[in-house]
């Protein structure tokens, strides 16, 4: 397979793992990002499930709310594009950079909410942690993000017999950390 640096733009910007002014950016602005809190960042992650499924011709998602707060959200799609770039998995970094179909159009896709669509970014950005486990057909691996941040290696799980995305994410609300540096909140809490 060739260089990432190679693998052509459609949603994400695979040249780039992660873009911290971005996932700053959401974070100083989680009103404009997550209008309504929680329900619009679980219609983020349906809309991607949505996606996902599209492209196999079918699929299905589950919602599961923890009573430890966390919510996953579980599909039955194709998985995150997982490559290989010199024998090392990349995964299309759909939680960590914008995704260039939903950012600064000037006529935004809405969502069920009837607010607009930015991708899993926000999700990410906006949730004290996020794991994304993903399964093709040629593999599945997880990791692990805090605030969009990357704090594990994409690690390689066992693979199952289906394919699909799960996105689990824990967001507390009000979130009242808001930070120009990405590495620290303004509460104190690290944020990287």
Known sequence: MSSRHTWTTTTHDWSVDVDLDHLSHIRSRPGEYAPG?????VLEVLAYAADEA??????????????????????????????????VAVRKPVVSTKDVRFFDEPQPVLL?????????????ALSEMLEHTNRRVDGAWTGRYEHGVPVTEL???????????????????PD??????PGRCACGNRAS
Request: charged share 25%; with cysteine.
């Open 37 to 41: 809190g929680v329900l619009h960042l």
């Open 54 to 87: 599209e492209h196999q011709g079918g699929g299905h998602a589950t919602v599961t709310v923890h009573s430890d707060g966390t919510i996953e959200v579980s599909d039955t799609g194709r998985g995150t594009d997982t490559r290989l770039d010199d024998g």
């Open 112 to 124: 069920d909410d009837g607010h607009a669509r930015r991708g899993m970014s926000t999700v990410a």
């Open 155 to 173: 690690v390689a799980t066992e693979p199952t017999v289906h394919t699909g995305t799960t996105i689990r994410f824990l967001r507390r609300l």
């Open 176 to 181: 009242t950390c808001v930070t120009t540096d």
